[in-house]
Each structure stands twice: as structure tokens, then as C-alpha cells.
């Protein structure tokens, strides 16, 4: 089973150039095929580690979501899809790591903060599972606690028409004009590593307001585009 260890994978040159040229391509994909526009960029942190928080209505949320942020970013995938080394290698250059599927929620968690550690964005979705509708789904406290033991930001982003594009369930892409909004970044309190139960609860809340705002932001734009 593959493991993320101190060096993680897909940690080198060429497998950062094959992100970047992949992400290029999508990007050329989306504006033509999604006639995706993004706003706000100017809240992404340009260094440093950062959790990168959107909501969940498609599976085309995380190509769309990493188009808001330059550099690479890290994601989480369930460990029977690094089986095969071919398929492995590129998931990780396309910032994949494994965590095992049914284990614990803290070894998943361990496995974030040290991606976060090693100074690399990563993307959680608050709501973890693909959602439907136009309100945000009770999120789950992971990327505040998260947040808390390592000190990054959490920046939430909103996403407009992706679930008309794929929804959950379906195995055919629609052409659907798609928005992304980011907002501004939430920086959790200085806790010196602990992650309060209280103070979780407390910027979980702040996550909640914020990502609704973004989200009810780019479903308008996205209608007014249409």
C-alpha cells in the first residue's frame, strides 16, 4: 500500500511539470467547453501552505476549484487507486496522496497536516461528499481542525453550475457555463498546535457562513452569464 511519508510523492521536477501541463490543458478545456471564469484569486495566499475549502455539488470540482490557485494543490484519494503504478504515478504528479478508505479519520487527518507541513495547498471538501441543492451541507470539522494544528488559512470557494455539468450520479458532462468565486481567507486563532474542541466548532461556523456567501455568489453569476 502506498504511504505518505516525509518525502511525499510525486515531489519532483517532471512530476510538477506534468501537473502544470495537465492544469493548462484543462484550463484551455474549460474555457472552452465550461466558459469558466474565476474571481477572486486575489484572496489565494501566494506562499505557504493553505487549505482550499469548496463546496461539492460535481466531480468536476476539483479541476475547476484548482484553477484558483497557481501552484499545485494537494488532494486526498482512497488508497486502491495507487494499486497500479502506472495509474499511481499520476495521480501523485497531479497532487494525489493515498489514505486508506474505512480507517480511522485521524490517520487521514495526520496524512493532511503533513502535506500542510511541508508548505503545499491542499483541498478538503468541507462537505465531503458530493451534495445537491443551493444550500451548504453540515460540514464536517475536519478542515478546522486541521487549520488549527497547523496554523494555515482555510479559503473557501464557491462554485457556480458544476452540478449541471456532472452531478452525483451521472456519467455524461453537459456544457454548463461554470463561475468560480474565492473568498477572502479564514485565519484560525493561534492555538500553538492544540485544535479546542471549541474553538473547531468556532471556525467550522465561520467556514459555513463564508462558503455560502461564495457559493451563493458564483450560482448568481453563473445564471447571469446564461
Not at 85 to 105: K, Q
Request: charged share 20%; net charge positive.
Amino acid at each position: 500500500m502506498a504511504k505518505v511519508t516525509s518525502k511525499l510523492a510525486g515531489s519532483s521536477v517532471a512530476s510538477r511539470s506534468f501537473y502544470f501541463v495537465v492544469r493548462n490543458l484543462l484550463w484551455l478545456l474549460m474555457l472552452v467547453w465550461l466558459r469558466v471564469r474565476v474571481t477572486g484569486r486575489h484572496n489565494v495566499p501566494r506562499s505557504g501552505a493553505f487549505i482550499l475549502a469548496p463546496i461539492h455539488r460535481s466531480a468536476a470540482d476539483i479541476p475547476l476549484a484548482s484553477l484558483a490557485v497557481h501552484r499545485r494543490v494537494r488532494f486526498m484519494g482512497k488508497d486502491s487507486l495507487w494499486a497500479r503504478r502506472p495509474i499511481a504515478a499520476v495521480l501523485s504528479a497531479l497532487g494525489g496522496f493515498p489514505v486508506t478508505r474505512g480507517s480511522a479519520d485521524l490517520e487521514a487527518l495526520k496524512r493532511c497536516i503533513g502535506v500542510l507541513e511541508r508548505g503545499e495547498p491542499l483541498v478538503m471538501f468541507p462537505e465531503g461528499t458530493r451534495q445537491t441543492g443551493s444550500v451548504v451541507h453540515p460540514l464536517f470539522d475536519g478542515p478546522a481542525y486541521v487549520a488549527l494544528k497547523t496554523g494555515v488559512p482555510i479559503v473557501p470557494v464557491g462554485i457556480g453550475g458544476s452540478e449541471h455539468v456532472m452531478s452525483k450520479g451521472s456519467r455524461s458532462i453537459r456544457a454548463q457555463r461554470c463561475r468560480v468565486v474565492v473568498g477572502a481567507p479564514i485565519f484560525p486563532p493561534s492555538t500553538n498546535g492544540k485544535a479546542p474542541r471549541e474553538l473547531v466548532t468556532q471556525v467550522t461556523s465561520e467556514l459555513a457562513t463564508s462558503l455560502q456567501r461564495v457559493f451563493d455568489q458564483a450560482r448568481r453569476d453563473a445564471r447571469l452569464a446564461d
